[in-house]
């Protein structure tokens, strides 16, 4: 018989929950690179960051929603249009 295991970001999950796992590891990793794409941007005038907020029901509906100033918006689709 052969031994199976799964892992994922370094730890061990079993064959049952697997899906769930790496389900969170996907979400996690796109909310990071957003992170590091806009987590640099500040309002000029008020210094105020964008606010990130994840929603998901599964893997295959997921919307990311920014909230911030105007001019904080503006930016992020700006700098998410080139990426």
């Given at each position: 018989m052969i031994d199976l295991s799964f892992e994922i970001n370094g730890r061990k999950v079993?064959?049952?929950?697997?899906?769930?796992?790496?389900?969170?590891?996907v979400v996690q990793e796109l909310q990071d690179k957003l992170m590091r794409e806009i987590g640099s941007i500040r309002d000029s005038k008020t210094g105020e960051r964008p606010r990130l907020k994840v929603k998901r029901n599964n893997i295959n509906n997921l919307s990311f929603e920014v909230e911030g100033s105007p001019d904080v918006i503006e930016a992020v689709?700006?700098?998410?249009?080139n990426m």
């Open positions: 079993s064959p049952n929950q697997i899906s769930n796992v790496l389900e969170k590891a689709k700006s700098r998410l249009k």
